[in-house]
């Protein structure tokens, strides 16, 4: 009998053991190897013209994107309102931020989308969640910097996720990035891989995070500790240029506190909203367009104008349904009445 239960006891082990290796080595590969999904849709669908282009990140690799001129008319002015680099998220491509595009272009500002090396139509094999991710939004800023028409347009950007993380890296050290927003970045690379774990391994997470981390270094497909991508202590050499935070109140991916730390860590001007009902890329669909407007509003304020000084903090929470009076409860006579 005891036996048996030894062989049970054994199989049982080995098989949460093989589970938690083939979980770890699963995280690691497909957070640096993420499957390319094809670019389908374009600017055309809220009637935008644009040009497919082709530039170098800082690092040699060539970057796929589409260039969107500024629409100009008689309300949004001759000249464009400013410019503004669009990025997205891990496992995902250009067409991810084409909603977040279309109030800015209809606000008179030039767009620039691009996949990220690895995705889309990008060159690469490699993501590495932020790290050389920061070569590829500078030389989209370099490709911009070289353009006639965009050279002494003033520039933000725009990040979803790994995107926002990149660009509080990005814009930390390069001056010409006068304002950012984000949706979704994560505070440090370290703790978007907890909660990954967390999400998928409950109570194994610390486990399955050690050897996510062992398996990536030890196979070289993250090419520096976790530890080392670290937006929250950048995030404060943007001062005083305005940062706009927004984040899922219910996101389960990476945890609204990221956007705490973050706004926490921020000098002024720095604004923050959690958004009530909101996941990680899912904005409630009653907030959606709102969320959206806010972005442009804010890059049409920030780009316009050197001296903001937004410091509007707004946390925003889901309504509590009110509570219904007792039913022994009796009005009282006012004293009019009385």
């Known amino acids: 009998m005891l036996h048996i239960i030894f062989i049970l006891l054994s199989t049982l082990l080995l098989g949460t053991a093989a589970y938690l290796i083939a979980g770890a080595c699963a995280i690691a590969f497909l957070s640096t190897h993420p499957p390319r999904r094809s670019v389908t849709r374009t600017p055309k669908e809220f009637g935008a013209e644009y040009e497919d282009i082709l530039f170098p990140s800082r690092d040699g690799m060539m970057l796929s994107g589409w260039f969107v001129p500024a629409r100009c008319t008689q309300e949004t002015g001759a000249v464009p309102r400013g410019m503004v680099i669009l990025c997205h998220g891990m496992s995902a491509n250009r067409e991810e931020v084409l909603p977040w595009a279309e109030p800015l272009w209809s606000r008179g500002f030039t767009i620039l989308m691009f996949d990220f090396r690895a995705l889309g139509k990008s060159g690469g094999n490699r993501c590495t969640a932020g790290y050389r991710e920061t070569e590829d939004l500078s030389g989209a800023v370099d490709y911009l910097m070289s353009r006639p028409e965009t050279k002494e347009l003033p520039l933000g950007v725009f990040g979803f996720s790994m995107g926002g993380a990149t660009a509080i890296l990005v814009a930390a050290d390069d001056p010409r990035i006068l304002s950012v927003a984000t949706h979704g970045a994560y505070a440090t690379l370290e703790s978007a891989i907890t909660q990954r774990c967390k999400k998928h391994f409950s109570f194994m997470a610390p486990v399955v995070e050690w050897m996510t981390v062992g398996v990536g270094r030890k196979l070289k497909w993250f090419p520096v500790a976790p530890s080392e991508v670290n937006p929250v202590e950048a995030v404060s050499r943007l001062t005083p240029r ?85 039913a022994s409860s009796k009005r009282r006579p006012s004293a009019a009445g009385s």
């Open 242 to 326: 305005p940062l706009l935070i927004l984040h899922g109140g219910r996101d389960r991916v990476v945890h609204p506190e990221d956007a705490r730390e973050l706004h926490a860590a921020a000098g002024y001007p720095k604004s923050l909203r959690v958004l009530p009902r909101s996941g990680h890329k899912r904005i409630h669909r009653h907030l959606r367009d709102a969320v959206h407007r806010r972005v442009s509003q804010f890059f049409c304020a920030t780009l316009h104008n050197p001296d903001y000084k937004n410091t509007y903090v707004k946390i925003d929470r889901p309504s509590q349904p009110r509570r219904k009076p007792l």
